[in-house]
């Protein structure tokens, strides 16, 4: 582990138990029954009955979890022991059949616990690939565990909200951050956390890695997925900026009033030989062509086209990205 990495594994072991206390992660609502999942994950993953799923960087297993009372057999993995002994401790609590690794993304081939080619899922979601520095062993750890036929399926921020400073204390769209990756990772001294941005913490030092869009779909084509879809979509699930408020939408979204809808996601769907009779296949570059950007904030716009040299955006509304893969049957699956 990297000093970076391993000053970010200090700061996740001292924000799981604030994160398990809040009423952001509301540990109680799912005692009661209540799903962390969204509608979206659910629709496109689609049904786990019976099926086996890794969750990759599980934090505390609430989503784990959500996924085991809908019939999955799962594993949850996170760096973080804190956060793998309270999901421990919680499964346990509610009564749910689950497994709790504490190991980086990287290192789980070299554990004798999983089974290569042994899921028909990888789950991953929100707030995951700025951890990892490389995600060419990420890629390649995902293919490692899926079987032939499996799916993996991540949901995340769109890259490109990733440009725009967060702090407390935003009012509006400001350009901070690049979008394409650099040799070092962005590091910050970060008060709070966003579970709780009032919150005392003494491990405030966060390392940042950039991965843009197109990063993200080549490493894991080259490792043997083939795209099935890549969606994005015009809300969060999460505040991700200070000046966005929520609304009653059936996706739990927070999206601004004023300043609305930057948000995007994108997520990787199947990728394999077993397209249904009669649907047409999808190019890739057809998906890529629906990537958009929202920008519905007349100063956002002349600050864009100011600082972008490729040029005006093209309207519209994007603010997150969803994508599932599936491995290609006659993949072979890459050594870790």
Request: hydrophobic fraction near 40%.
């Amino acid at each position: 582990m990297t000093p970076h990495e391993e000053a970010n594994r200090r700061r996740w072991d001292e924000l799981a138990p604030l994160h398990f206390r809040s009423a952001f992660y509301d540990v109680d609502g799912f005692k009661a029954g209540k799903s962390t999942l969204h509608s979206l994950e659910i629709e496109e993953v689609g049904d786990v009955t019976g099926k086996t799923l890794l969750h990759l960087q599980c934090h505390f297993g609430l989503d784990t979890l959500s996924w085991a009372r809908r019939g999955a057999r799962v594993v949850g993995v996170d760096a973080s022991s804190e956060a793998i002994e309270l999901a421990r401790s919680l499964a346990g609590e509610v009564g749910l059949p689950a497994g709790f690794l504490c190991a980086r993304v990287q290192d789980l081939p070299a554990l004798p616990e999983l089974t290569p080619g042994g899921f028909d899922v990888v789950f991953t979601s929100y707030g995951v690939l700025c951890w990892l520095p490389d995600l060419r062993p990420w890629a390649r750890t995902i293919v490692h565990f899926l079987k032939p036929d499996g799916i993996f399926y991540i949901v995340e921020s769109h890259p490109f909200t990733d440009v725009f400073a967060d702090a407390a204390g935003e009012t509006d769209l400001r350009l901070a951050y690049p979008y394409f990756p650099g040799p070092a990772p962005l590091t910050e001294e970060v008060p709070g956390s966003y579970a709780d941005r009032t919150a005392v913490v003494a491990n405030r030092t966060s390392h940042v890695w950039i991965h843009s869009l197109g990063e993200v779909v080549t490493v894991l084509t080259e490792a043997g997925l083939r795209p099935e879809f890549l969606h994005e979509h015009t809300c969060t699930v999460f505040q991700r900026f200070p000046w966005m408020k929520q609304e009653p939408t059936a996706g739990g979204a927070c999206r601004n009033r004023s300043v609305r809808r930057y948000r995007c996601c994108f997520r990787c769907v199947r990728a394999g030989n077993d397209r249904p009779a009669g649907e047409p296949a999808m190019g890739f570059q057809d998906n890529l062509k629906k990537y958009r950007v929202a920008k519905e904030c007349s100063q956002a716009d002349a600050a864009l086209a100011a600082a972008c040299p490729l040029g005006p955006t093209p309207t519209g509304s994007a603010a997150s990205v969803s994508r599932r893969w599936r491995r290609c049957g006659n993949s072979p699956r890459p050594s870790a």
